[in-house]
């Protein structure tokens, strides 16, 4: 039975670089862990080599979590291809290109480089499951000396020389036969991360007219004042260069937000919308559901419903919208922060792929991107975090009170999502309706019945 998990979170390992999670210890413990885990006969009963490839983002932590890894990896007897600097979604692709018995990202996407991270994925390209996760982390609290790779059979490690050009040409493949990119002028901001080489090279090859901010990486600066996190910069660009529209990637290239010609921010409901529209309209699009998470606006909802189709909420996290995604065959789902899950091409938010609809989107029609991608009027929505010290109010009795008034006021003009936060002592209140003095009056009842607890 798989034990509790300690060092995974819904979206792998993170935390501040040299400071547990994140340390050299660990990640080779992890290393061994896993790739002992992964050293399994195959059904012919006949050993083969197990194969482990390791992709990374820009930070300078990177290198030392590179290394710790790979040393473990070796000394469980499994070989080690190194991928270099590469999106997440590459990192899945390769994994179930290659072959490789598992796929590994060293990223903390769109954190400061202070953090890293460590995300898995396994032979089929997907996220592993808690339940795997909890097996390798069983396996790290063991001695695991006496399983070790005798001498002959330590692992090799090598570096694929080809891995972003493999990445370019199948994030390409998704665009559309007969179309090109020519006579589009786009601003292109990398964040300084992973996606600094093969974004702006993608979308050069295709015709496109690139003008490139955020891909100039020195370890230090990844997600610093630029990328998705960060579109301030890349929206006065825009502006400044009259491009047709601009793309923000964020560290790892996984989510991605557009920019119009005007200036302004395309969110990824937006994005949903758009594709989903194309994708009906292309008869590409699997079923008539598309799946986001609990953040997405109302209106996107809305706007799907005189469609024809169906929006699926999932905790927040691009894990669970692949679950669902993969539990009903859809083929589209994303986040309102810009992870699009693109089931035909990719196993993973990939941004870039993403990106790559918008752009067939605007070619196929000519419209401009103010107009092509606000399908839909977001509704008012407000989010409030209330801070508590000690005993979280979510776990209180008395919240059921306010919880039920509040659906009162919003029943069938809006909504209320109450979160803890995952990393600080805080309650995010949300709520959304049409009518935004409802809103503010729900939020401020509802924030200040909190604090009530909080204090009791």
Not at 69 to 75: K, M
Not at 187 to 208: F, I, K, N, Q, T
Not at 251 to 265: T, Y
Not at 360 to 387: D, H, I, M, W
Request: glycine share 10%; charged share 20%; aromatic share 6%.
């Amino acid at each position: 039975m798989a034990g509790k998990r300690t060092f995974f979170g819904t979206d792998g390992i993170r935390g501040t670089a040299n400071m547990a999670p994140m340390t050299v210890d660990i990640a080779q413990t992890l290393g061994q862990a896993a790739g002992l885990y992964f050293c399994r006969q195959s059904e012919t009963g006949r050993q083969h080599r197990h194969t482990i490839i390791v992709g990374k983002d820009t930070r300078l932590s990177g290198y030392m979590i590179e290394c710790a890894l790979v040393s473990g990896f070796l000394s469980a007897g499994v070989d080690v291809v190194l991928l270099g600097p590469l999106p997440t979604p590459a990192v899945a692709f390769l994994t179930r290109s290659l072959r490789a018995d598992l796929g590994v990202m060293i990223s903390a996407s769109h954190n400061p480089f202070t953090d890293n991270g460590i995300k898995l994925f396994g032979p089929d390209g997907f996220k592993l499951s808690d339940a795997v996760e909890a097996e390798i982390e069983a396996l790290m609290a063991e001695d695991l000396s006496g399983q070790l790779a005798s001498p002959a059979a330590i692992g090799r490690a090598s570096r694929l020389n080809d891995a972003a050009g493999r990445y370019i040409e199948s994030v390409k493949s998704s665009f559309p036969r007969g179309l090109r990119l020519d006579g589009l002028k786009i601003v292109l901001d990398c964040a300084h991360g992973s996606a600094y080489r093969v974004a702006p090279v993608a979308l050069w090859e295709l015709g496109a007219e690139v003008i490139t901010l955020g891909a100039s990486p020195d370890g230090l600066n990844i997600n610093d004042g630029v990328g998705s996190t960060h579109p301030e910069v890349l929206c006065a660009a825009v502006r400044e260069h009259k491009a047709d529209c601009g793309i923000a990637l964020d560290g790892d290239a996984d989510r991605v937000l557009i920019v119009n010609e005007r200036g302004e921010i395309v969110d990824g409901d937006q994005i949903l919308a758009l594709i989903a529209t194309l994708w009906q309209r292309l008869g590409c699009l699997k079923g008539t559901e598309i799946v986001a998470t609990v953040m997405s606006n109302m209106g996107l909802e809305a706007y799907l419903a005189t469609q024809g189709l169906s929006l699926y909420r999932t905790a927040v996290g691009d894990r669970y919208v692949v679950e669902r995604m993969r539990q009903t065959g859809g083929n589209l789902g994303g986040e309102q922060s810009g992870h699009m899950v693109l089931s035909d091409y990719a196993t993973t938010g990939d941004g870039l792929l993403a990106a790559l609809q918008v752009l067939a989107a605007l070619v196929e029609t000519g419209k401009k991107a103010s107009e092509l991608c606000q399908l839909f009027t977001p509704y008012p929505q407000r989010l409030q975090n209330v801070p508590y010290q000690e005993v979280n109010p979510m776990t209180h009795p008395d919240l059921k009170e306010i919880v039920q008034w509040a659906e009162e006021q919003l029943a069938g003009k809006g909504r209320l999502l109450l979160r803890a936060s995952g990393t600080e002592p805080l309650i995010r209140v949300m709520v959304e309706a049409q009518d935004k003095a409802l809103v503010d009056m729900v939020v401020e009842r509802v924030s200040a019945y909190i604090r009530t607890l909080t204090t009791a």
